[in-house]
Each structure stands twice: as C-alpha cells, then as structure tokens.
C-alpha cells in the first residue's frame, strides 16, 4: 500500500487555512439554495468563488471579511436569511457553534472528517445534513489562483444545516478550470 506523503506533509495549523473553493465545488450546492433568501458569505472577498457564482446565478449576495474588520465571531449583518461559505479548517469547531447559535440555514465546506470529533458532536445535535462528492476539490492557493492545486490529501463535504432535503445527499464534482481574480486594487494581482 503506497504512503498518503500529502497527508503526512499537509499543514494543518491555523496557517494552512489559506486555501481557496474552485468554481466547481460551489456549483453541486447551488440546487439547494432559495432564490428568494439572503446568502451571506462571511469569510469571503470580493474574488471568492461563492460569490462570484452565486451573484453571477441571480442570488442575493452579501460578503464579510476579517480583511475589512468583520470577524465572523462578532459580527452579524442585519439582514440575511442563510450562511454559505469555506471557513478556516482550524477553527471549525467554533466556526460551527457560531452557525449553529444564529439558529438559521447554512452550508459549509468542511473537510470530510469534520463529522467525527466529541465537540462536534455535541454542536451537530444529531441536525448536521451533509453533501457529499464522488471525489476530493482540489482547492486554490495563494500562489496558485489561475488553476487548483491538484492531490488534495483530504475529502471535503459542506456541513449543513436546514438546507438539504435529506440528512445526506451525494453529488459528482464536475471539474473545470475558472481562474479566482483579484476583482479590486490592491498591491495582488492574481492576473
């Protein structure tokens, strides 16, 4: 049997959080969302995929971003009706309290194994649904955000809560090249 050397390498702590949803794996959740509610995007800027696509697709949208001094932790938009986003792996278990305690909808992507762990399952309550994929999202780097970086060393689902019509939906990833694009000044460009 061959060695997971990604596994073993990947860096897991808070610094490793960087890594950016492709395209792709924002479209399988897009059948499951209202097009009449809010969807805010609380760890997302300008040129993040979900908001991109979710705007391009006739959602209404609204962003957050600690880069602008909105930390998820205390702050809340007035008016939204359900959370979508990719938050820091690192800081999951928090970041799930936190959604769970607005007592409204939300998707998460989340890295697979995320459903296992005893202050999860405290937080779940037995109310998490998941979808899942028929493969691993290879995700976007800040070194790398024309392309994804491929060999993912871990499967990911978006946990979520209110969204699904059933505890577990299986979906395939259908794969494709869309560069993330730096949509506003600043001293990065990722043309």
Same mark, same amino acid.
């Not at 939300?106 to 937080?123: C, D, M, T």
């Not at 024309?146 to 060999?151: A, D, I, L």
């Not at 871990?154 to 809560?161: H, L, M, P, Q, V």
């Given at each position: 049997? $061959? &060695?997971? &050397?990604? /596994? +073993?390498?990947?860096?897991?702590?808070?610094?490793?959080?960087?890594?950016?949803?492709?395209?792709?794996?924002?479209?399988?959740?897009?059948?499951?969302?209202? #097009?009449?509610?809010? &969807?805010? @995007?609380? =760890?997302?800027?300008?040129?993040?995929?979900?908001?991109?696509?979710?705007?391009?697709? $006739?959602?209404?949208? &609204?962003?957050?971003?600690? #880069?602008?001094?909105?930390?998820? =932790?205390?702050?809340?938009?007035?008016?939204?009706?359900? +959370?979508?986003? !990719?938050?820091?792996?690192?800081?999951?278990?928090?970041?799930?309290?936190?959604?769970?305690?607005?007592?409204?909808?939300?998707?998460?992507?989340?890295?697979? !194994?995320?459903?296992? %762990?005893?202050?999860?399952?405290?937080?779940?309550?037995?109310?998490?649904?998941?979808? @899942?994929?028929?493969? *691993?999202?290879?995700?976007?780097?800040?070194?790398?955000?024309?392309?994804?970086?491929? %060999? !993912?060393?871990? %499967?990911?689902? /978006? =946990? @979520? *809560?209110?969204?699904?019509?059933?505890?577990?939906?299986? *979906?395939?990833?259908?794969?494709?090249?869309?560069?993330?694009? #730096?949509?506003? $000044? $600043?001293?990065?460009?990722?043309?």
């Amino acid at each position: 049997m $061959g &060695i997971n &050397i990604g /596994y +073993l390498t990947a860096n897991r702590t808070s610094s490793g959080d960087e890594v950016y949803t492709p395209f792709y794996a924002v479209e399988p959740l897009l059948e499951f969302l209202p #097009k009449d509610k809010i &969807i805010w @995007c609380p =760890f997302d800027e300008e040129w993040s995929a979900f908001y991109q696509l979710l705007t391009e697709k $006739g959602f209404d949208v &609204i962003r957050s971003s600690l #880069k602008e001094g909105q930390d998820f =932790f205390t702050y809340e938009p007035d008016n939204w009706d359900l +959370l979508v986003s !990719n938050p820091p792996f690192s800081k999951k278990d928090s970041v799930l309290q936190r959604a769970f305690s607005f007592n409204k909808p939300f998707a998460l992507l989340l890295p697979v !194994n995320s459903i296992q %762990g005893k202050a999860r399952y405290k937080i779940f309550n037995n109310e998490i649904q998941l979808l @899942c994929f028929d493969g *691993r999202v290879d995700f976007h780097t800040r070194q790398n955000m024309q392309t994804t970086t491929k %060999g !993912n060393h871990f %499967g990911s689902a /978006y =946990f @979520c *809560r209110d969204i699904l019509p059933t505890k577990l939906e299986m *979906r395939q990833l259908v794969r494709y090249d869309r560069p993330l694009a #730096k949509l506003s $000044g $600043g001293d990065e460009k990722w043309e």
